[in-house]
T-cell receptor, first 113, second 108 residues
Framework: NAGVMQNPRHLVRRRGQEARLRCSPM?????VYWYRQLPEEGLKFMVY????????ESGMPKERFSAEFPKEGPSILRIQQVVRGDSAAYFC???????????FGPGTRLTVL | QQPVQSPQAVILREGEDAVINCSSS?????VHWYRQKHGEAPVFLMI?????EQKGHEKISASFNEKKQQSSLYLTASQLSYSGTYFC?????????FGKGTHLIIQP
């Protein structure tokens, strides 16, 4: 049973470009969460999705950031017109249901030049 | 609201015990504990849902007080593999809000 998969593992973008981060949850998991982690800091919640629905996006910046979890395929976190401050590790987690343990993927480390 | 973790860092010798605390000014829905090693993803340790609940696995256990405002993680007879950063996460019915973490260093 494969765990949570994220790709790419490392992504380098120049300022102004777009970054697309993908997350495939564990088999049987329909809840997906995205977190951002800056160096030497804790994880910050960004968005919580179920299939085709955004449940809570209170942690997402209002501009340039969007997320989706389509009926088919992985969840996508999209960052438009990236800036240097977007450089961070982005982790995806999945769970079977609410109030259940969340399993984390290996993360995507985004570097904006 | 971000939970407060203490201490910020702990240095132990192998075999010693440690306690990591996680507290909030408001009652929490649940508490999740994770360990993260440098450059790796957080790994789930345990979740506590009920006030007064205690859970344990081998030499790592946790408690959730009756008022559900504080949780403690207990590491007994620590091993080198316990080194890492420990995060508590509190749930608001959606994603987790994590504390800033407690760095645990185990020396041989």
């Amino acid at each position: 049973n494969a765990g949570v998969m994220q790709n790419p593992r490392h992504l380098v973008r120049r300022r102004g470009q777009e970054a697309r981060l993908r997350c495939s949850p564990m088999k049987g998991h329909s809840h997906v969460y995205w977190y951002r982690q800056l160096p030497e800091e804790g994880l910050k919640f960004m968005v919580y999705l179920q299939k085709e629905n955004i449940i809570d996006e209170s942690g997402m910046p209002k501009e340039r950031f969007s997320a989706e979890f389509p009926k088919e395929g992985p969840s996508i976190l999209r960052i438009q017109q990236v800036v240097r401050g977007d450089s961070a590790a982005y982790f995806c987690a999945s769970s079977q249901r609410e109030s259940h343990e969340q399993f984390f993927g290996p993360g995507t480390r985004l570097t904006v030049l | 609201q971000q939970p407060v973790q203490s201490p910020q860092a702990v240095i132990l010798r192998e075999g010693e015990d440690a306690v990591i605390n996680c507290s909030s000014s408001k009652a929490l829905y649940s508490v999740h504990w994770y360990r993260q090693k440098h450059g790796e993803a957080p790994v789930f340790l345990m979740i506590l849902l009920k006030g007064g609940e205690q859970k344990g696995h081998e030499k790592i256990s946790a408690s959730f007080n009756e008022k559900k405002q504080q949780s403690s993680l207990y590491l007994t007879a620590s091993q080198l593999s316990y080194s890492g950063t420990y995060f508590c996460g509190t749930e608001r019915g959606d994603g987790l809000t994590f504390g800033k973490g407690t760095h645990l260093i185990i020396q041989p």
